[in-house]
């Protein structure tokens, strides 16, 4: 039981990768980026073409994804999706949900439908033994990224001026213009982290397991889930909806394994019932 | 909505009395010419089954079924402005409601595609409870999440079949000929029915409100409309509709399967139909889906190069169409063939 916790949690650090992108991009400029687990597989192909061509450890090309990722989601709010925002949430939608379909299908034509992953070597099959607990090294690792990122993005929204930004925007967007912001390169700015993390959680995901060009929506639904629960506008709160849906698809995997996922979404959708403002909400402040 | 011009107006429906007041007026010239072309229309396609192919039939049947969900997928975001990736839930429950009805309870198919379509109408009343809890977006993707639930949840119950499906064997005792001449009325008779009552349901006092929740909600219910009761009230209306697309395209389909009927696809075909028709237009969906039908007719065989033309197609027209093709048609020539509006005259 306690090993199935275990697992849950590790999981849950996926997860928190996963949402904390969408997090951003929610609390910064209400925008629900569909195409959020699309981006993550486009994250992880970028990493395993790469791995393809040049003999680098996968965490150095992950690392040398970033500045790509950040250019890439800096480039897309300001070119593309500032023209989507607005009080209509159409626009933004079906733009992200064209985005996600010309990601998958532009994905299956070069990579072909196969499932792809990144080798990392003995990181892969390495443990950590305590006591009766056994855990993988890369999950742990994983995990740790995760508490790393969820705490440099709570530090950098609360205690920067690039947060003090984010949050007026967020706030008001007029008055915050009035007071010399340009919403427009903020909102590009706070696409460009979103990026980051997105381009972490993919290069981790193809260390960890495998991905496929189809695999985006359900991460999309993972991450929205986290997001969720968690309550809208702390990042905290996503880590700890991250966790809670991590164990509970464990605990599901672990009585049937064709019914983890499915008790993963009622959780979610209980949450949603008892509790619409999710567990943790707005401790930004 | 914006005024037609004068010259295509025609005093049809008058409420008033004296010649100094105001008249209302409904119909267009346009709009009588296309009652009349649609009768005519319909009563060439009904005679369909006598001289044309079977292919043909078969062909129709899907893209009714297309029409009809992209139809209620344009009521529920155009007019109810609730933007769903969910959809696919109640076409699911639609097919395996009119399955289970067919194979297990003995009814005949046809039959059935009503009931089941009132079925998932009533299951759309205790989701609406979950989805209602999130707006804008993120109603978007709660829906997608309730949909995959009820796919997974099918996907697990063996007596369907499972994850793999099963086969409608409910028609099997009926020669093909009559099975698809019947499945083809069936399909025109749906889509006639669809956009009739769409049409007259907006024109009528119920359809403004609608329009008033859609331009501003509170300033609609500042006016005594009961919003909430309204918006369920489409909810369950276009989760019926896309129930009865369900279930007719799996009586023309003859196998069903939890990935077929709850599949994201038919949201995003839906999608894509009422964005590039125009959105909030009920010539939207007519006008959508027969671009989709020419598109899927000609470049389909170029598969995953085709998928991520549509897509680019959806991008570019949210971006710099906003309108669709007959809210374009609209705007440049006053065009409308379904006007839901009302002018005033004199």
């Known amino acids: ?285 | 909505m914006s005024a037609i011009s004068p010259s295509t107006t025609m005093p049809a429906v008058s409420h008033a009395s004296s010649a100094t007041e105001p008249i209302v007026v409904r119909a267009t010239l346009l709009s009588q010419v296309t009652l009349g072309v649609a009768v005519v229309l319909v009563g060439v396609a009904a005679s369909l089954p006598f001289w044309g192919e079977s292919s043909w039939m078969r062909e129709f049947v899907e893209i009714a079924c297309y029409f009809i969900f992209a139809a209620m997928w344009n009521l529920l975001a155009g007019y109810g402005g609730m933007v769903s990736i969910g959809q696919q839930a109640f076409f699911g429950i639609g097919g395996y409601a009119m399955l289970g009805l067919s194979n297990f309870g003995g009814i005949n198919p046809f039959v059935a595609i009503s009931i089941a379509a009132l079925a998932a109408g009533l299951i759309a009343v205790p989701v609406s409870q979950v989805a209602f809890r999130l707006s804008g977006g993120y109603f978007a993707i709660g829906s997608w999440v309730i949909a995959e639930v009820f796919r997974l949840g099918i996907a697990n119950v063996s007596a369907v079949g499972g994850g793999s499906g099963t086969s409608l064997t409910a028609l099997r005792g009926i020669d093909k000929a009559t099975r698809e001449s019947t499945t083809y009325w069936v399909a025109l008779a749906c889509v006639v029915a669809c956009v009739a009552l769409v049409y007259l349901f907006l024109r009528s006092k119920q359809g403004l409100a609608l329009l008033a929740i859609r331009d501003n909600e509170v300033a609609a219910e500042s006016q005594g409309i009961a919003v909430k009761k309204m918006k369920l009230a489409v909810y369950v209306v276009a989760a019926a509709g896309a129930g009865l697309a369900g279930a007719l395209y799996f009586v023309g389909n003859l196998r069903i399967s939890p990935d077929a009927a709850f599949s994201v696809n038919w949201s995003a075909f839906a999608i894509f139909m009422v964005v590039v028709g125009g959105i909030g237009r009920i010539e939207g969906p007519i006008v959508g889906a027969l671009v989709f039908w020419a598109l899927n007719k000609f470049f389909s065989d170029y598969g995953t190069w085709y998928l991520l033309g549509l897509g680019l197609l959806a991008i570019v027209v949210t971006l710099f169409f906003r309108q669709g093709l007959a809210g374009f048609v609209q705007q440049r020539w006053g065009w409308v063939a379904f006007p839901t509006q009302r002018t005033l005259k004199g």
Request: overall charge positive; charged content about 10%; aromatic content about 10%.
């Open chain 1, 1 to 285: 039981m306690i090993d199935t916790l275990l697992q849950g949690l590790l999981l849950g650090g996926l997860y928190c990768l996963f949402a904390l992108g969408q997090s951003l991009m929610f609390g910064v400029m209400r925008l629900t980026n569909t195409a959020q687990g699309d981006f993550i597989v486009l994250g992880a192909f970028a990493a395993v073409a790469s791995a393809g061509l040049v003999a680098l450890h996968p965490a150095l090309i992950g690392l040398a994804l970033l500045p790509i990722a950040f250019a890439f989601g800096y480039a897309l709010q300001r070119y593309v999706l500032n023209g989507t925002l607005g009080r209509d949430p159409l626009p933004s939608l079906v733009v992200t949900f064209g985005l996600a379909i010309v990601i998958q299908n532009g994905l299956q034509q070069l990579f072909s439908a196969d499932p792809r992953s990144l080798a990392t070597g003995a990181l892969a099959t390495e443990s950590l033994n305590v006591g009766p607990l056994t855990a993988g090294v890369l999950p742990l690792v994983i995990f740790g990224v995760a508490v790393a990122c969820t705490f440099a993005l709570q530090w950098l929204f609360g205690r920067t001026r690039i947060g003090r930004a984010f949050r007026a925007v967020s706030d008001d967007r007029e008055i915050a213009e009035l007071m010399g912001l340009d919403a427009r390169k903020v909102y590009a700015l706070a696409t460009g982290i979103a990026f980051i993390t997105i381009a972490i959680a993919g290069v981790l995901q193809a260390m960890r397991t495998t991905v496929a060009p189809s695999d985006g929506p359900l991460l999309l639904l993972f991450a929205f889930e986290a997001v969720i629960i968690g309550g809208m506008g702390s990042f905290w709160g996503t880590f700890c909806g991250a966790m809670l849906l991590g164990v509970t698809q464990q605990i599901g995997f672990r009585i049937d394994p064709g019914w983890g996922i499915w008790i993963g979404h009622i959780v979610f959708l209980i949450v949603l019932v008892v509790r619409p403002q999710g567990l943790f909400p707005k401790t930004r402040g």
